[in-house]
């Protein structure tokens, strides 16, 4: 059993500062890809930011130059630093982890992040 734990979510004023953390625990061997995915009400889940297991990053353009994702391989973690944060940034922001061969892919349970005044 594979277990996602998310934390850092919460509210922020706009142009303010979070940083989300995923720790990955139970039977995973080997962890590929980590990411970070969105989905605010009403519209559907897209891509915030993936972390190859060597480091390459992938980000969407409307977080380029704002949002930095991490991952301590150690530890199994990931994180997301969120900068500048606008309010359309506000969703459930979930952890995504694929292992290294590809076959299983595990979702964290949600944090909700909040950008308003």
């Known amino acids: 059993q594979v277990q996602l734990v998310e934390s850092g979510g919460g509210l922020v004023q706009p142009g303010g500062s979070l940083r989300l953390s995923c720790a990955a625990s139970g039977s995973i061997f080997s962890v590929g890809s980590m990411g970070w995915h969105r989905q605010a009400p009403g519209k559907q889940r897209e891509l915030v930011a993936v972390?190859?297991?060597?480091?390459?990053?992938n980000y969407a353009d409307s977080v380029k130059g704002r949002f930095t994702i991490s991952r301590d391989n150690a530890k199994n973690t990931v994180y997301l630093q969120m900068n500048g944060l606008k309010p359309e940034d506000t969703a459930v922001y979930y952890c995504k982890v694929v292992t290294s061969n590809g076959i299983y892919v595990y979702w964290g349970q949600g944090t909700q992040v909040t950008v308003s005044s």
């Open positions: 972390i190859s297991s060597v480091g390459y990053t």
